[in-house]
C-alpha cells in the first residue's frame, strides 16, 4: 500500500465551503486511523452531508469520525475509499485484510473484542480456562461468529423493512451452515449425526454439548437483531427439540424425516401453547381434542395466541386439552399437528420487535390429527411441556446474555470516545458508576448461566426435571431484571443515539424497544420469580427452624 506523507495529504484538501462546481482536479481526502481516504466522490453520498467532510478535508480526522460513526462504516468503506496509509501517524492501523490472507490465529484474534467484558472468559488472554471450556468450543465460536457477521446486514435489513425472513437464508443457515442443529441442541444431534453433518468449526454432532448450543444461542443474540432472530429460530428451538425428544409414537423414520426437513430449513416448526385467556397459565388451556369415532384420530378445536414463527410454520407442536374441563394440568396432551392435515389457518400478530418474527393467531378448525402423532402419553403432556419449558427459558437467557454483551461493548466504546464539557465520557464517575452495574449484572449473570448449563449436562432429564425447573425460572427471572437494568443504563449513556434506529446507537436503540419480549415469553417474570420460591418451599425441610 503506498505511503501518503503529511504534506500531501494537506495539499488535497479540496475547497472548504466551495459551490458543486470545483475543478475535478482537487481532491478531497481525509486520515482516519492511519488510512487515507478520497472522498471527492463519496461527498455527494455522503449521509452526513458534504459541509462535514469539506471541514476536515486534507486533515487527520479519526477522533471526529468516531464521534460520528462505528467502525463497521470504516469496515465497509475501507476497501472502496482507501488511497494509501499515512506516514507517521501515531494510530494503530486496523487490520482491514481479508481473512483468507490470515492464520487461523490470526482470524480469531481479529475476530474477538479487546473491549474489557466484551468477550466471556472463554476468550479472555489471560484468564484461567474454565473446566468446562475446550478448543473446540473457541473455534465453534469464531467460525459461527463469522458466518454471522456475514449476513448481519441482510438480517438488519430484513427487521427494518418489515419482512419475513426469506426461505432462502434459513436454507444458509439449515443446510450450508448446520446452524440451525446447534440451535436445536442436544437432542437433535443423534439425528444429525446420523445425516453425516459437520457443524461450524468442523465439530461432529455427537462432540456437540451444551455448552456448544449455549454459545451458539449467545452468538446468535450477539449479531441478530431480536425479531428476526425469532422468526429464523426462536420458534424452532423451543418445538424441535420436543418433537425430536417426544414424538415417539409415530414411525422412527417419519420423525426422523420430520426432524431433518427443519434441520436443513426446508420446512419450519413453532410451539403453541399459550391462548388469548391462558398466556402462562398452561394449565388452563381450552383447546379441545377429542378422539374420533373410529379412534384413528384426534379432531382439535381452538385457538392459540403469540405463538413466535407460526407465520411460516408447517409443524405446530400443540398443547391441547384432552381431558375434562377443569382437569387442569391432568388433562393436557401434546400433539405434532402438521398444516399440511387442513383445518389450520393463521394470522399474522402486529409485534413491537418486527415482523420478521411472524407472529401468529394459529386457529385450528376440525383438525384432525392421526393419534400417532400424539407426543407422550394422553394427558401427560404437561410434563412434556415442563421439561420443554426448561430448556425454552435456558436458551432465551443465553440469547439474552449474548446480546448484553455487545450492549456492554457499545457503551464503553461510546464512553470512552464521546466527549462532551472538555472530557470524555468515562471521565465522568456518573458514567462510570453505570458502567459498574452493567458488568456487575452481566458478569453475575454469566456465572449463574455456566452454573445452570453445567448441571443440565450432567444431570439425568428426571432430576433436572425436579431440581432444574426452580433455578431456572429464577434464573430467567435474573437474567431479565439485569437486561431491564443494563437497558435503561445505556440509554442514559446513549442519549439520543439511544432513540435512534440507525447509526451508532442502533444496538441500544433495538434494545430499550425489545428487551421486554424476554420478560414475557416463555413465562413471564412474575411468574419465573414465583415458580422459583414455590419450588424451593416444596423442598423445604419440615422441620428446620431459625
Ligand atoms: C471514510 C469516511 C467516511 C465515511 C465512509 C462515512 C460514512 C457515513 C455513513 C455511512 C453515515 C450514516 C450513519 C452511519 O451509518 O453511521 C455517516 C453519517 C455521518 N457522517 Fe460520515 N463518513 C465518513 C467521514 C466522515 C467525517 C470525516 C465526518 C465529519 C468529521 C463525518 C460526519 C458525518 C455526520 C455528521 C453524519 C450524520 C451522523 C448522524 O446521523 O448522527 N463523516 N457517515
Not at 292 to 307: A, H, R
Not at 337 to 361: N, Q, R
Not at 420 to 443: D, N, S
Amino acid at each position: 500500500m503506498r505511503e501518503i506523507s503529511q504534506d500531501e495529504l494537506a495539499a488535497n484538501c479540496g475547497t472548504r465551503f466551495a459551490s458543486d462546481e470545483r475543478p475535478s482536479s482537487e481532491k478531497l481526502w481525509v486520515a482516519i486511523d492511519g488510512y487515507v481516504y478520497d472522498l471527492t466522490k463519496f461527498e455527494k453520498l455522503h449521509p452526513g452531508g458534504k459541509a462535514v467532510l469539506r471541514m476536515v478535508g486534507g486533515q487527520e480526522c479519526t477522533k471526529e469520525f468516531y464521534a460520528l460513526h462505528n467502525k463497521s462504516v470504516l469496515e465497509k468503506y475501507h476497501k472502496r475509499l482507501c488511497v494509501g496509509k499515512l506516514k507517521d501517524s501515531e494510530q494503530n492501523l486496523t487490520n482491514f485484510e481479508t481473512s483468507s490472507a490470515m492464520s487461523k490465529e490470526e482470524e480469531q484474534e481479529s475476530l474477538a473484542s479487546k473491549v474489557p467484558f466484551a468477550e466471556i472468559p472463554l476468550l479472555r488472554p489471560n484468564w484461567v480456562r474454565q473446566p468446562w471450556w475446550t478448543d473446540s468450543h473457541r473455534d465453534f465460536l469464531f467460525d459461527l461468529r463469522k458466518k454471522l457477521s456475514g449476513i448481519q446486514e441482510e438480517c438488519e435489513q430484513i427487521e427494518k423493512q418489515g419482512k419475513y425472513v426469506p426461505d432462502e437464508l434459513q436454507e444458509v443457515l439449515g443446510k450450508e451452515w448446520n446452524l440451525l442443529s446447534c440451535l436445536n441442541g442436544t437432542s437433535v444431534m443423534p439425528i444429525a449425526q446420523k445425516l453425516g453433518l459437520v457443524l461450524p468449526g468442523g465439530l461432529q454432532p455427537k462432540e456437540f454439548d451444551l455448552f456448544h448450543e449455549y454459545i451458539a444461542h449467545a452468538e446468535f443474540g450477539r449479531r441478530i437483531p431480536v425479531g428476526t432472530r425469532n422468526g429464523l429460530a426462536g420458534g424452532m428451538a423451543i418445538s424441535l427439540p420436543a418433537i425430536a425428544h417426544f414424538a415417539g409414537n409415530m414411525p422412527e423414520a417419519l420423525r426422523e424425516q420430520i426432524v431433518a426437513d427443519v434441520l436443513s430449513g426446508k420446512k419450519k416448526s413453532c410451539l403453541a401453547v399459550s391462548e388469548p385467556q391462558a398466556g402462562s397459565d398452561v394449565a388452563n388451556i381450552i383447546t379441545m381434542a377429542v378422539k374420533s369415532k373410529c379412534g384413528k384420530y384426534y379432531i382439535v378445536n381452538g385457538i392459540k395466541k403469540w405463538i413466535t414463527g407460526g407465520m411460516n410454520a408447517d409443524y405446530f407442536v400443540t398443547a391441547v386439552r384432552t381431558g375434562p374441563v377443569g382437569s387442569g394440568m391432568k388433562g393436557i396432551s401434546l400433539l405434532l399437528v402438521d398444516k399440511s392435515f387442513g383445518g389450520v389457518t393463521l394470522k399474522h400478530i402486529k409485534t413491537s420487535d418486527a415482523m420478521a418474527a411472524a407472529t401468529a393467531w394459529v386457529y385450528y378448525d376440525d383438525v384432525h390429527v392421526p393419534v400417532e402423532y400424539l407426543m407422550g402419553q394422553e394427558n401427560k403432556g404437561f410434563r412434556c411441556i415442563v421439561a420443554n419449558f426448561n430448556h425454552e427459558r435456558w436458551l432465551i437467557c443465553a440469547g439474552v446474555v449474548g446480546s448484553l454483551r455487545t450492549i456492554l461493548e457499545d457503551c464503553f466504546l461510546w464512553a470512552t470516545q464521546r466527549e462532551v464539557f472538555g472530557k470524555a465520557l468515562i471521565q465522568q464517575p456518573v458514567i462510570r458508576q453505570k458502567l459498574a452495574r452493567m458488568i456487575g449484572g452481566l458478569e453475575s449473570l454469566e456465572a449463574y448461566m455456566d452454573s445452570i448449563t453445567y448441571q443440565m449436562a450432567h444431570m439425568d432429564s428426571f432430576t433436572q426435571m425436579i431440581e432444574l425447573g426452580g433455578p431456572t425460572a429464577i434464573l430467567k427471572f435474573q437474567v431479565t431484571r439485569v437486561m431491564t437494568m443494563i437497558s435503561d443504563e445505556a440509554v442514559q449513556i446513549f442519549g439520543g443515539r439511544a432513540l435512534t434506529a440507525s447509526g451508532l446507537g442502533k444496538n441500544i436503540e433495538q434494545m430499550q424497544r425489545t428487551f421486554k419480549f424476554a420478560s414475557i415469553l416463555g413465562g413471564s417474570e412474575e411468574i419465573m420469580a414465583d415458580l422459583g420460591v414455590r419450588q424451593a418451599m416444596a423442598m423445604f425441610p419440615q422441620h428446620a427452624r431459625l
